[in-house]
């Protein structure tokens, strides 16, 4: 199928990385590796900032995590790849933001956080009057428009987010911003991964939020009980199998004692009249 082709995926990878957009797995791979590679971040500036000049929609969130990606790349060359986890977590919140799997209530906070990070007036005001013929103008009061001292809180949940990207892969880290809530279920979720690496996503998919609102002890004691009613349930289909076999069997055996008395009542000769 054309759909499943390597031309297709490579068209789609291409148009992720090239407009932001991803409404499949090969266009996210491609905006994924466009943040990586900076390109990401600097596309989504220029594309947020532009609708913000001409007074068009424009998603504050992603261009607020546009701005903090830009910011901590430049960290990462100087700390020469220090920050990469942020660097990742930023991606992922970014991306999964613009295939919409990212929950409602961390969506608000991070939407906050953000409007933080970028004056608005000031980017306005910067693009409006931004031209190509003076990209070194153009580019300084752009920068002037972030908040670097205001970008702590985004990166430490960009860090979170990394940490259970390490340790739970990207799959576990899109689940945890599908059911957090706000930055604390992030950091919790990485504790999580931590402690359970590659079990978390599906930890996370059985229990939901209430697996990142559970105490060290208690989850373990949940997980404990969850495994016990899991055996529970095992055991008692094995019983119920084992009982619908043997009652089979015993139906068998009848039908086919009833079977051979018939045919032999059939074989009888039948009684001489006098």
């Known amino acids: 199928m054309e759909e499943g082709s390597s031309s297709h995926l490579a068209k789609r990878f291409a148009t992720g990385l090239v407009t932001g957009n991803a409404d499949d797995f090969a266009s996210l791979s491609g905006t994924v590796a466009g943040d990586l590679f900076v390109f990401g971040d600097i596309r989504d500036v220029v594309?947020?900032?532009?609708?913000?000049a001409t007074g068009e929609d424009t998603d504050r969130l992603v261009l607020g995590l546009a701005t903090v990606g830009l910011l901590v790349?430049?960290?990462?060359?100087v700390s020469v790849g220090g920050v990469a986890p942020v660097r990742a977590g930023l991606t992922?919140?970014?991306?999964?933001?613009?295939?919409?799997?990212?929950?409602?209530?961390l969506t608000k906070w991070a939407g906050r956080s953000a409007r933080?990070?970028?004056?608005?007036?000031?980017?306005?005001?910067?693009?409006?009057?931004?031209?190509?013929?003076?990209?070194?103008?153009?580019m300084t009061a752009i920068k002037a428009a972030f908040r670097a001292e205001k970008a702590g809180a985004l990166v430490r949940l960009a860090k979170d987010v990394g940490r259970v990207s390490e340790k739970a892969g990207a799959r576990g880290a899109l689940e945890t911003l599908r059911i957090a809530e706000g930055p604390k279920d992030v950091a919790r979720a990485a504790r999580l991964a931590a402690a359970k690496g590659g079990q978390t996503r599906a930890i996370l998919k059985v229990l939901g939020r209430g697996a990142l609102l559970l105490a060290t002890g208690a989850?373990?004691?949940?997980?404990?009980?969850f495994s016990a009613l899991l055996a529970l349930f095992g055991f008692l289909s094995s019983i119920k199998a084992t009982a619908e076999r043997m009652t089979q069997s015993w139906l068998d055996r009848k039908k086919a004692r009833r079977l051979r008395r018939q045919m032999a009542a059939a074989a009888e000769p039948a009684p001489?009249?006098?």
């Open 219 to 225: 989850f373990n004691l949940t997980l404990w009980v």
């Open 272 to 274: 001489a009249r006098g």
């Open 92 to 105: 992922l919140v970014k991306d999964a933001r613009k295939v919409g799997r990212l929950g409602e209530g």
């Open 47 to 52: 594309r947020e900032g532009k609708h913000l």
């Open 116 to 138: 933080e990070v970028v004056d608005a007036p000031m980017l306005q005001q910067a693009v409006a009057s931004g031209s190509v013929m003076r990209p070194g103008s153009t």
């Open 73 to 77: 790349t430049a960290a990462t060359y």
